[in-house]
């Protein structure tokens, strides 16, 4: 018996799984993985002094008292050097043309979210948001995955995802734990944006390397087009991202506490309603998650 709604509701949730496996997958690809405290030591030693780096890897960079200025001027850095590595990458990809299309599609697609993965965990570190990743080449946890999810929604201008991040780091911020929220994010007030969002980009990259994969079907031509379109949306992702966390409280160098009111876990959810977030979701489908039109 045909149940009206139901095709819809197993769109979604094949939307959703789908952009949960490919997150997971390209998480566990060699170097995708971004070491915490060996990237803000690195990132921060041209321009930072030793107690502030130390500070900063023990606790965090707006511990630290670092100045946004500095803290964008790297993040601008490490965009670049990501932005130009996977347009590289990208455009290496579309050479082999028609032939190699069902092979190099899912590979270029893959490595390009672990290029978002990359910059997301640069962006976060720098802004002061905890360790992501556990291990190398471990599971993901539900958390993270919800985490970087919102990452992602951000970078692909998502309104709910820009609520539900600010939630989190206003959770984090007040607080001052060391761990990312996992209730909130796994079955607390944040996690219906998770869901939401998720079931938007399983959309929105299917959309998106299709049309890659189209510019991959012309050797050489299809090459430079395939890199153009990487360079094309990655870059602005990775600035809407950057602007994002950098306007949150959790990066604010003025938001300093003493060591002892740091909580050595994750944060405690307050029960209230997230009305951002719950308006957006009265009207959402599989694509209703809003993007917001790209700012120059």
């Known amino acids: 018996m045909y149940v009206p709604g139901m095709d819809m509701d197993k769109t979604s949730e094949n939307a959703e799984s789908r952009f949960s496996a490919l997150l997971v997958g390209a998480a566990r690809l060699p170097g995708v993985r971004i070491d915490r405290e060996a990237y803000l030591r690195t990132a921060l030693r041209r321009h930072c002094a030793e107690d502030e780096i130390r500070r900063a890897t023990e606790e965090t ?80 946890d539900d958390a993270t995955k919800g985490m970087l999810t919102l990452f992602f929604g951000v970078m692909f201008g998502t309104q709910s995802a820009n609520a539900a991040v600010g939630k989190v780091a206003g959770m984090m911020a007040e607080q ?11 079955h ?13 980009l399983g959309v929105k990259m299917t959309t998106q390397s299709f049309a890659k994969g189209v510019s991959k079907a012309i050797p050489v031509i299809g ?13 602005p992702m990775a600035k809407r991202l950057k602007k994002h966390l950098a306007g949150l409280p959790l990066a604010d160098p003025s938001h300093r506490v003493s060591e ?22 009265h009207d959402a489908d599989t694509t209703a998650v809003k993007l917001e039109e790209p700012k120059p």
């Open 61 to 140: 960079p707006a511990a630290a008292g670092i100045p946004l200025d500095i803290l964008d001027r790297v993040a601008n850095e490490s965009i670049r050097y990501e932005t130009a590595k996977v347009s590289a990458l990208s455009a290496a990809a579309g050479i082999p043309g028609f032939i190699a299309m069902p092979a190099t599609v899912p590979a270029d697609l893959a490595q390009y979210v672990g290029h978002m993965l990359r910059i997301a965990q640069k962006l976060a570190y720098l802004y002061s948001w905890p360790e992501l990743f556990s291990d190398e080449g471990g599971d993901v």
């Open 260 to 281: 002892g009111d740091v909580v050595d876990g994750e944060v405690v959810e307050e029960h209230e309603t997230f009305a951002p977030a719950d308006a957006e979701l």
């Open 188 to 200: 607390g007030v944040v996690y219906p944006m998770v869901k939401k969002v998720a079931k938007y």
């Open 223 to 235: 090459a430079v087009v395939s890199g153009g379109l990487t360079l094309a949306t990655y870059l």
């Open 176 to 186: 001052v734990a060391k761990e990312l929220p996992k209730k909130a994010l796994t």
